[in-house]
């Protein structure tokens, strides 16, 4: 942000003076701003607005002006073109691509709902998160009210904005500024990856200062006439603002003190988030390794399966928290066949996990061949056997097992098809 105000007002000084070096150090702000992070590119159109808001330059001294920032922009998207590669697959994770699998009314309902929220937050900063992951925001459709009152604030603004431009008013300014600078982080234009997040609009907040400061300083004389009244009213208000605003960050620094300190305390607010409840249950499950005291250790690891399995309720394919949630119940319990299950539940999903693969069939290995058990460790490995037609193990366990249970038919089966897969393995046998 101070990067793109530095070129704006680098711009303005070239156009005041016609010295070279404003230009070159346009140019070179700009270029800074957009290495720090690629908002930037928005200024492309809020230094040409704000010329023309502010100056009484000609539109083609301001394009020509403003045009030099082209320059930095091409160099720029070469480099992260350069870095990042072509194009990529679509995220199929909603971690990663929240909107993916929705319908058209859904994700734009959504946008609409977390645009409202955009400006309910500005004014109203409470409650506060990091984490806004799915589905913290709900997904809603384009005729819930969440998203048609926002849809017709935005027309308002719009409008306003509209009749505002040739007036040079300069609340037209604040909501083309406030529109530009949001727009790249909007899901509109392309999806950024998550529904929303408090920190994508800090710089379009410049919009929301402006617009207090122009109501107070210039309008709100036009309604309380008195000199005196004005001023103490301005005090007043001042005074609110200032006391509201500065309790909430205070308070709000405290939940970031550590990492530790920011997810637990925003789990409470975003309790409906996958992430959130993945992230607290591994902190709870790492606390629990290193605790001594057993009524404690037992009471973090419940805690840590609780979180999880929030986790998986709002997210069913969420892989790496089936993962750990199969790991807690091994160290909790030595649940064996829980444990199990939520490894074999990761791979239907991923198949990909060779250590999770592995621990799975090592655990499988020391659970006792009684009769029960082993009706059991062939439902799971014929589960195994849909994901791994070809593993070797698989076919000679289920061929071995079969044999126990004197089903001739699919021990011959599977053992064939170990012979044809391993020819030098079958002599080993790893059935105890």
């Given at each position: ?113 977390t645009l409202g929220l955009y400006i309910k937050l500005l004014i109203f900063p409470h409650p506060l998160t990091y984490d806004y992951y799915p589905y913290h925001i709900p997904l809603i459709n384009l ?290």
């Amino acid at each position: 942000m101070l990067g793109s105000f530095a070129a704006l007002w680098f711009v303005i000084k070239y156009l005041e003076t016609k010295e070279f070096k404003n230009y070159l150090f346009a140019i070179i702000t700009y270029f800074l701003a957009l290495l720090s992070k690629e908002n930037a590119i928005t200024f492309l159109a809020v230094i040409p607005l704000s010329i023309y808001f502010f100056t009484n330059n000609k539109v083609k001294e301001n394009l020509q002006a403003s045009s030099s920032l082209i320059i930095p922009v091409i160099v720029y998207l070469f480099i992260r073109q350069t870095i990042t590669g072509g194009t990529s697959n679509e995220i199929t994770d909603i971690m990663n691509n929240s909107f993916f699998g929705v319908t058209f009314s859904q994700k734009y309902g959504t946008i609409l709902y977390t645009l409202g929220l955009y400006i309910k937050l500005l004014i109203f900063p409470h409650p506060l998160t990091y984490d806004y992951y799915p589905y913290h925001i709900p997904l809603i459709n384009l005729d819930d009210l969440r998203a048609m009152i926002p849809l017709l604030i935005y027309i308002g603004l719009l409008y306003y904005a509209y009749i505002g431009f040739k007036k040079k008013d300069i609340m037209s300014f604040s909501i083309l500024y406030y529109l530009c600078t949001l727009s790249i982080v909007s899901n509109i234009f392309f999806s950024i990856g998550i529904f929303m997040n408090e920190r994508f609009i800090f710089t379009s907040s410049i919009a929301f200062c402006l617009i207090i400061a122009y109501l107070l300083i210039y309008k709100l004389p036009e309604i309380i006439k008195t000199p005196k009244v004005y001023q103490t009213t301005l005090i007043t208000f001042l005074l609110i603002i200032l006391s509201l605003y500065s309790y909430k960050t205070i308070s709000r620094n405290k939940d970031w003190k550590d990492d530790r300190t920011l997810n637990f305390a925003d789990v409470k607010t975003s309790d409906n988030s996958a992430k959130g409840n993945a992230t607290v249950g591994f902190l709870y499950m790492e606390e629990a390794d290193t605790t001594k005291d057993t009524v404690q250790r037992k009471e973090l690891f419940e805690r840590a399966i609780v979180h999880y399995k929030k986790a998986i309720e709002i997210h069913p394919t969420y892989v790496n928290t089936m993962i750990n949630l199969g790991a807690t119940y091994y160290k909790y319990k030595l649940d064996s066949k829980k444990t199990i299950y939520w490894y074999a539940k990761a791979l239907q999903l991923n198949s990909k996990y060779e250590n999770v693969y592995k621990s799975l069939q090592t655990l499988l290995d020391m659970i006792q061949n009684t009769p029960e058990n082993i009706d059991y460790k062939i439902g799971v490995l014929n589960n195994l056997y849909k994901i791994y037609p070809d593993r070797y193990e698989i076919n000679y366990k289920l061929g071995a097992f079969y044999q126990m249970k004197n089903d001739q038919k699919m021990s011959q089966y599977f053992l064939e098809r170990a012979s044809k897969l391993n020819p030098d393995n079958m002599n080993q046998p790893i059935i105890k």
